[in-house]
């Protein structure tokens, strides 16, 4: 079983999922994760399969990045409960099987997990 996180209207998650659909026989769970936000503890999870800092998650290009957190100092938690209250700030697409994960960019990495 894969599962990802996906944006239907980012072109990088809708391309990632194609290249699962096309290149693995593992079902896919879709995750709509701006309509269905991962908890905090789902968060922490993922951060620790990527093996990143959560800070490293974060999507700075947002205008709620720029708008609200932009030059701050938060800890590792401040982070992810910031992703957690404002999902749009997570990195997408993660792609996740077993104890592994994966951001898709560019999306030909999600064929690696």
């Not at 290149?23 to 951060?47: A, H």
Request: net charge neutral; proline share 6%.
């Amino acid at each position: 079983m894969i599962k990802i996180w996906h944006n239907p209207r980012c072109s990088k998650s809708r391309e990632s999922l194609k290249l699962l659909q096309d290149n693995t026989s593992d079902s896919i769970e879709i995750r709509e994760y701006l309509k269905d936000t991962p908890s905090f503890d789902e968060i922490r999870n993922v951060i620790q399969q990527l093996g990143v800092a959560p800070f490293q998650l974060i999507r700075k290009t947002e205008t709620i990045y720029k708008e609200n957190f932009k030059g701050k100092e938060l800890t590792d938690d401040e982070w992810i409960q910031a992703m957690t209250e404002n999902p749009k700030l997570i990195e997408r697409p993660i792609v996740i099987k077993g104890n592994k994960a994966v951001i898709g960019r560019p999306p030909t990495l999600v064929l690696d997990i």
